[in-house]
Nanobody, 126 residues
Framework: QVQLVESGGGLVQPGGSLKLSCEVA????????IAWFRQAPGKEREGVSC????????RYADSVKGRFTISRDNAKSTVYLQMNSLKPEDTAVYYCATDRVVRTICSLNTRGMNLWGKGTPVTVSS
């Protein structure tokens, strides 16, 4: 069964860290780009970070640059999002997704993503 499964969310204090995981099943991860998105209550889903299949290039939203790091372990078929220096405005449900397209530059646009995980909630609060 082709699916993405996120884990690692939780409650953390401002300034803290969390590491999210996106396990990819039914696809050969090394061929595809994977992106992380988030959706806060009452807001649109937004792209956070992505990693491409070729040369492992990465992209970040301006709001998370310098704080979040995306990585991938193709052998474990898993993509990670290390989140440091968390802020209350990072509170959201975090999703991983893919458009199942082999591309050089990964996309942070929700359009075209055709496989989504169910999400993992992150709450940053004291």
């Amino acid at each position: 069964q082709v699916q993405l499964v996120e884990s690692g969310g939780g409650l953390v204090q401002p300034g803290g860290s969390l590491k999210l995981s996106c396990e990819v099943a039914g696809l050969t991860l090394r061929y595809y780009s994977i992106a992380w998105f988030r959706q806060a209550p009452g807001k649109e889903r937004e792209g956070v970070s992505c990693t491409s299949s070729s040369d492992d290039s990465t992209r970040y939203a301006d709001s998370v640059k310098g704080r979040f790091t995306i990585s991938r372990d193709n052998a474990k078929s898993t993509v990670y999002l290390q989140m440091n220096s968390l802020k209350p405005e990072d509170t959201a449900v975090y999703y991983c997704a893919t458009d199942r397209v082999v591309r050089t530059i990964c996309s942070l646009n929700t359009r075209g993503m055709n496989l989504w995980g169910k999400g993992t909630p992150v709450t940053v609060s004291s």
